[in-house]
């Protein structure tokens, strides 16, 4: 039972790379949600995804697109990559009675 | 309207002592209020919530006390201890909704 699982766990990217952040659940939860964790910050929403085939932006959405694939499936992608991009992302699912979240993934845009 | 505040940004507790965490909230609408605890390189897990029918919650050594007329709620570590090192981070949500407000979170160091 893993849970929530985040690939790749580290990244490095020149500013202008693209890469996608892969997130897949395997709670059968509807809910899936990309979060962004600055130091000061808290943890920010960049897109959720209520149901399978819906997505909706977060606070922060700018610079970002996500897939909803398929109900285990949630996927983030960076098209442009920015310094201020560089952050901790976590994805989480939804259990109806608060979140689980993933591992992590660290990224740094140089 | 959709900040929760949170205090302090950092706290120090000797073992065995209690760690408060203080959080407070503008929405009045909020019906669903977690505490998720963190460690280092790892993500956010929910460790207890609370719905504000009640006023306080208790599990374990942690303890949720809500008031919702001033509209705070905080965290009560008991008897703390060197493992309840993390950070941790208050909430609220709507329940249906689909957007959780964090708290910018409090690092909890426990000297032992």
């Known amino acids: 039972n893993a849970g929530v699982t985040q690939t790749p766990k580290f990244q490095v990217l020149k500013t202008g790379q693209s890469m996608t952040l892969q997130c897949a659940q395997d709670?059968?939860?509807?809910?899936m949600y990309w979060y962004r964790q600055d130091p000061g910050m808290g943890l920010r929403l960049i897109y959720y995804?209520?149901?399978?085939?819906?997505?909706d932006k977060g606070e922060v959405p700018n610079g970002y697109n996500v897939s909803r694939l398929n109900k285990r499936e949630f996927s983030l992608r960076l098209e442009s990559a920015a310094p201020s991009q560089t952050s901790v992302y976590f994805c989480?699912?939804?259990?109806?009675?608060?979140?689980?979240f993933g591992s992590g993934t660290r990224l740094t845009v140089v | 309207q959709q900040q929760v505040k949170q205090s302090p940004q950092s706290l120090i507790v000797q073992k065995g002592g209690i760690s408060i965490i203080n959080c407070a909230y503008e929405?009045?609408?909020?019906?669903?209020f977690p505490w998720y605890q963190q460690f280092p390189g790892k993500g956010p897990a929910l460790l207890i919530a609370?719905?504000?029918?009640?006023s306080e919650k208790k599990e374990g050594r942690f303890t949720i006390s809500f008031n919702k007329s001033a509209k705070q709620f905080s965290l009560h570590i008991m008897d703390s201890q060197p493992g309840d090192s993390a950070t941790y981070f208050c909430?609220?949500?709507?329940?249906?909704?689909?957007?959780?407000?964090f708290g910018a979170g409090t690092r909890l160091f426990v000297k032992a």
């Open positions: 609370i719905r504000p029918d009640v």
């Open positions: 989480a699912s939804d259990k109806g009675y608060g979140y689980t």
């Open positions: 709670m059968n939860h509807n809910s």
């Open positions: 909430a609220a949500s709507l329940t249906g909704g689909f957007k959780t407000i």
């Open positions: 995804s209520a149901s399978e085939g819906t997505t």
């Open positions: 929405n009045t609408a909020f019906d669903y």
